[in-house]
Every structure is written in structure tokens, then in C-alpha cells.
């Protein structure tokens, strides 16, 4: 006899939906919790959920690790590295262990458990501030990028790196959803590299140099572009789910790089609303590190931009001081000057200096001087950006 048919409990009243479609609910994101920091100074630097989509990790500039639940839209615990800093902060493949890279002291990346908060490993190679830290998608294997212009690779079971890349100012790196390739953005000479990861020891197999925007002069001629220069002062880099597109977030006035993550070609410039430009240099996040590129933020970041969960839209800050905007990658291009307009803008009071997409849910979260988790509200209805 076949025994009772077990029902899983519902999710916690208001809390995150996995079952609706990103583009049913992408325009009535809104913030639902607020978390304020330990000071008006301190800010959030980094953001990542876990694989299960219930735990968010912030890295702050207090030196403070913040951990939230957010199933449950709670804060959790704070976690303290005060001896060594925080930065670029992410999960393992296990809820409860970490890595983050130090900012002072050393420039020792750190293996954390948050259970009982006691390291785990320690990985020390790096002679320079790291400013790239990503988890290998299918294994227990990362990589990181440091000012020391080396990229390494190494695996959660050795403090000893698997490899070594010497390179000119890799100072972003990623991997694709399928975890056989790396990329890697070079600011300095404004080129994404990209690395089968069987055979990273030998050249890479595809190379977009984007100096070639120098001279499109459609794009240039746009009066966003009026007085920006080339946009080289890169912040993010991450593939869409669906491995078909590159997105470099920029802390540039024309805005961010969409890419075919194939061929390097560019899709679109994704600008920012009108009424945002030109940014203020002053309030803008450093690029992902104090010391780097000419950022003059007077904190670090990991970008403010980056993919839904299907690949279809691109979160982001919209460049003031509140307010975030999403560009659909399937909208209108415009054919001269390959700009591409948002879809619409997501009211916040608060500024989006970081920005990350749940991997389970339709939610969001970003933060600033606060973290905010944001939530689809019924009825509220598209609003323009």
C-alpha cells in the first residue's frame, strides 16, 4: 500500500518565490527588508548567496562578515575580522564555510567556517591586494586575480595553489556556468582573456581586445560619451547563466559592456537613465579595490550590476544616490550608437553600490550603507526608469 503523499510545507508569508517567471515579476521588485550597518560609515563591499539561495554573506568595511537568512528576511549573526579585514566574501558549496580575501595585515586569502567561526586553511601566495575571488561552479576548486598580476587556482583541500597565471592587471576573473573556461579582464590593456580550464598552462583561446570601441566613433559621437573617455575602469565581470553573454560593469559614464561571450563582439552599451549623468566621481565604488585603476570611492566593491538568474535581465545601480535599473537583454538596441535604454527603474531610498541576483528565488539583494532584500510586490506595475 502506498504510504501518505507528503506535502511540503508553504514558504514563510511575503518571503521568496521560486515558481513565478523573471519576467512576470522583474519590474515589481521592491525593497522589503532593511538592515543597517554598524555606523553611517561603514558600507558592504561585497554580496553572496549560497547555493541553496537561503544565506546572504555582506563583507563590510568595519571588517565585519554580516550573515542573514534570507528565507526568513532576518540577520543571523556578524562575524569579526578585525586582525585581517574583509573583502570579496563568498560561500563554498557548504552553507556554512566561506573564503574572503584579507585587506590588511597580509594578502592571504582565508577558508572560514561560520559555524563555530575558526579557520579552516589559510591560501598565501599573493604578494598584492586580491581583487577577484570566484568558486568553481562544479567543484571545490576558485580562482583568484591580485594586484601582484598573477591569477591563481587552487583547490579547498591544499593551501598550496593547483596554478599560476602571470599576467597584466587581472584584476577580474570568473567562470562560465559550465566551469571549463575562465575569463579574465585586464583593464590596462582593455582585454578579456579567456582559458580553458584543462589547459590553463597554455595561451588562451580566444582574446577580445576592446580598444576597439576607441574608435567606433557612433558610439563616441553620443552625447553620454561626451568627456568619458574609454571605459576601462572596469568593476564586474560575469557570464549569463545561459553562457551566451559577458557583461563588464563599468564605473564609465557611457555605462556597462554587454558582450557575446563567443566572439567578444559587443552587444550593447547598457546606459544609465539621463537624469543620473554624468556620474559623480566622488560617490562611485572603487573598482574592486581602494588601490586600483583611478577609482576615488572611499570604499571597495564588487560592481553594481549583474545578471538575472535566466540570463534575460541585467540589475543595476542607476548611478545616483537611491534607485536601481534593469535592462532587458532581448529589448531594442539602438543601430547607430549600439546603446542600449533600461526597461525600467526599481524606487529605492537607498543607493545600490553592490548588487546580487538570489540563484534559487526572485529576489534580490543590494546594499550600500545598508543591506536591502528585495521581493516582487503585486500590483504594483512597471515603473519607467
Request: charged residues 20%.
Amino acid at each position: 500500500m502506498a504510504g501518505p503523499i507528503v506535502v511540503p510545507p508553504p514558504p514563510p508569508p511575503g518571503g521568496p518565490q521560486a515558481t513565478q517567471k523573471t519576467s512576470d515579476v522583474i519590474g515589481n521588485l521592491r525593497p522589503t527588508k532593511l538592515f543597517k550597518l554598524s555606523a553611517p560609515t561603514t558600507y558592504a563591499t561585497s554580496l553572496s548567496f549560497d547555493d541553496s539561495g537561503e544565506f546572504l554573506l555582506a563583507a563590510c568595511s568595519d571588517e565585519s562578515l554580516q550573515l542573514y537568512n534570507a528565507k526568513e528576511g532576518r540577520a543571523l549573526k556578524t562575524l569579526f575580522s578585525k586582525k585581517y579585514g574583509a573583502h570579496l566574501a563568498r560561500f563554498t558549496h557548504h552553507s556554512q564555510s566561506i573564503i574572503y580575501a584579507s585587506t590588511k595585515t597580509d594578502d592571504t586569502i582565508r577558508y572560514l567556517s561560520t559555524h563555530d567561526n575558526q579557520f579552516l586553511r589559510y591560501f598565501k601566495g599573493h604578494t598584492a591586494p586580491v581583487t577577484a575571488l570566484a568558486l568553481c561552479p562544479a567543484s571545490d576548486t576558485f580562482i583568484s586575480g591580485s594586484l601582484d598580476n598573477t591569477v591563481r587556482l587552487w583547490s579547498l583541500s591544499s593551501p598550496s595553489p593547483q596554478g599560476k597565471l602571470n599576467l597584466a592587471t587581472p584584476t577580474l576573473a570568473t567562470y562560465d556556468p559550465s566551469a571549463t573556461v575562465i575569463a579574465i579582464a585586464s583593464p590596462s590593456t582593455s582585454s578579456i582573456l579567456l582559458y580553458d580550464l584543462r589547459n590553463y598552462d597554455k595561451p588562451p583561446f580566444a582574446t577580445f581586445d576592446l580598444r576597439a570601441l576607441d574608435s567606433l566613433p557612433a558610439i563616441m559621437a553620443s552625447p553620454l560619451a561626451a568627456g568619458a573617455g574609454a571605459p576601462r575602469d572596469w568593476t564586474k565581470l560575469e557570464f549569463s547563466n545561459d553562457g551566451k553573454s559577458l557583461i563588464v560593469g563599468t564605473n564609465n559614464t557611457l555605462g556597462h559592456l554587454l558582450l557575446d561571450a563567443f566572439n567578444g563582439e559587443l552587444k550593447a552599451l547598457l546606459v544609465r537613465p539621463p537624469q543620473y549623468l554624468p556620474l559623480n566621481a566622488s560617490s562611485l565604488r572603487a573598482t574592486p579595490w581602494p588601490a586600483s585603476s583611478s577609482a576615488v570611492g572611499t570604499a571597495a566593491g564588487q560592481g553594481d550590476v549583474c545578471f538575472s538568474a535566466d540570463g534575460r535581465y541585467i540589475i543595476g545601480g542607476s548611478g545616483g544616490d537611491r534607485d536601481a535599473v534593469v535592462w532587458d537583454v532581448q529589448g531594442q538596441v539602438d543601430e547607430e550608437t549600439k546603446t542600449l535604454a533600461p526597461l525600467c527603474g526599481l524606487p529605492c531610498k537607498s543607493r545600490v553600490g553592490v548588487v546580487e541576483w538570489n540563484p534559487r528565488y526572485n529576489m534580490i539583494a543590494t546594499a550600500d550603507r545598508e543591506v536591502v532584500f528585495w521581493l516582487p510586490e503585486d500590483g504594483v506595475g512597471m515603473r519607467p526608469p
